[in-house]
């Protein structure tokens, strides 16, 4: 399966979504990961079109997680990206050339289209079990408890939200 690098921004954009206690602008993302804001504002729109994220417009505007991460799994996010096509289309070889299949005789997937249909099960099966919670748990596992702490208070330093502002609708004033 390939699939394109949109997919890994969009994966990496939900995981430090998961931190954030305010919307978080595009620029402050692409910032954090050091891509062209056109670019990754590509792989938000299409998590914004699949329900995976909103956009809040605004002076605080950005963009949240529109669930929690627990019911976000890697699939929703490589289906929103890349789309729900299957990764390889039978075109029936079979039925073509000198020593060709009628197409009557042809009443189940040939033997490749099966292997391809399988793998493609498993695979997406396997995508389906991970959350976006999961990797953030990973991420906290991997690099310790501070990571998603730290790209929290990132994203809330200049040009981020103001943690004033937040304080201030925490404690009602």
Do not use: N
């Amino acid at each position: 399966m390939k699939l394109s690098g949109g997919v890994e921004w969009a994966l990496h954009c939900c995981v430090v979504l998961t931190t954030a206690t305010e919307p978080v602008p595009a620029a402050r993302l692409a910032e954090l990961h050091d891509v062209s804001g056109s670019y990754l504002a590509k792989q938000l729109q299409a998590l914004s079109r699949a329900g995976l994220v909103t956009s809040v417009q605004g002076k605080a505007g950005g963009y949240v997680l529109t669930r929690a991460p627990e019911l976000i799994t890697v699939l929703d996010v490589v289906t929103a990206v890349d789309g729900a096509q299957p990764a390889f289309v039978c075109t029936e070889i079979r039925q073509r050339g000198p020593l060709a299949t009628p197409a009557e005789a042809c009443t189940r997937p040939c033997p490749i289209a099966r292997a391809m249909a399988g793998a493609e099960a498993a695979w997406r099966g396997a995508l389906r079990a991970v959350t976006i919670a999961d990797l953030a748990g990973d991420v906290d596992d991997d690099y310790g408890p501070t990571a998603l702490g730290s790209i929290r208070t990132w994203l809330g330093g200049p040009d981020g939200s103001d943690t004033a502002t937040e304080e201030q609708h925490v404690d009602g004033r």
